[in-house]
């Protein structure tokens, strides 16, 4: 049997092999196989607030590393571009800056904030020049609200990695989210990437891990539900503790929601609380390096750091405590494989089931 095969009845099946978390090869083959074809979340619209704004950016730096730019024409349209010159490779835009054009600074080729080719010096000579190619290309691009989407392959449909998640949660006013630099950080875990996303997708260690949650949370009426490539773990809140005023149209009306935890394939979570969203994005820094990135969206400034998004630091802190001692244990001689609890740890094992389709 592969190593990458899940059983997909989850009372039989085995977790991955440990090799996928300790062997480097596994690891730079998922960098093209689960990352590259996924969809990813690069910022929101304010990134370029006016006609002419471009921002540069690097998508997932430490693993795909592509240089992307982000561009409002002035007829409002936003773009994402490719941010290397077609002509020799030279990175275009090195900062956020206001322009009616992009000029590579390299050879003065020109180009359209849009990416079409407009004129490059000394050229006149060279046969079927320009073409298509001497565009600059990009990734889809998606907007949800004010969050900002990329797909680098092209090939795959949002509607199944964010579908549901823009579905139940439709009755948020997402364009009222702003996004708080000053309350957002990032982490450095000395753990695989995949562990981390593991940690987060089964509440099952909640009452062993995290006290100051548990204590907010009603544990026993804590769900997971499974989407082709996402799942939601549903927060209910204990009584009298803070949570969502649901209108009746959504299908959780009735229930104490503290929390959406949306997680997104392969390293995305969008994490709704009722004063806001916190998105965490996992980035593959290396074998067992990882970046965590927790950016903050505020709703309602009121409710900030109250109920089951209070706190979000020490939560954190927790979690890369055990993430970590996982990270040294998946290197015994002595392990291999775990097992599944059945009714905890199903969005575990529908991780494992996409990790080891892409995989194969």
Known sequence: ?????????????KTLHTSFYTNLANFETAKEKIFSPSWQFIGDVSLVPESGSCYPLTLLPGCLDEPLLLTKSDDGKLSCISNVCTHRGNILVNEPCKSAHIRCR???????????????????????????EDDLHGPDLFQWGKLLFVNLENKQDVSLYLGDMMERLSFLPMEA?????????????NAHWALYCENYLEGFHIPFVHAGLNAVIDYGNYTTELFPMSNLQLGIAKEGELCFDLPESSPDYGKNVAAYYYWIFPNMMFNFYPWGLSVNIVNPMGLDKTRVQFLTYVWKEELFN????SDLNTVEMEDEEVVEAVQKGIRSRYYGHGRYSVTREQGTHHFHRLIAQAMH
């Open 1 to 13: 049997m592969s190593l990458f095969s899940i059983d997909p009845d989850i009372a039989r099946a």
């Open 106 to 132: 390299y050879h003065g080729r020109l180009f359209g904030l849009d990416g079409k080719f407009r004129s490059m010096p000394e050229f006149k000579e060279v046969e079927n020049f320009p073409s298509s």
């Open 177 to 189: 989210f702003k996004y708080r630099p000053d309350l957002s950080v990032s982490y450095d875990v």
């Open 306 to 309: 109250t109920g089951a998004g």
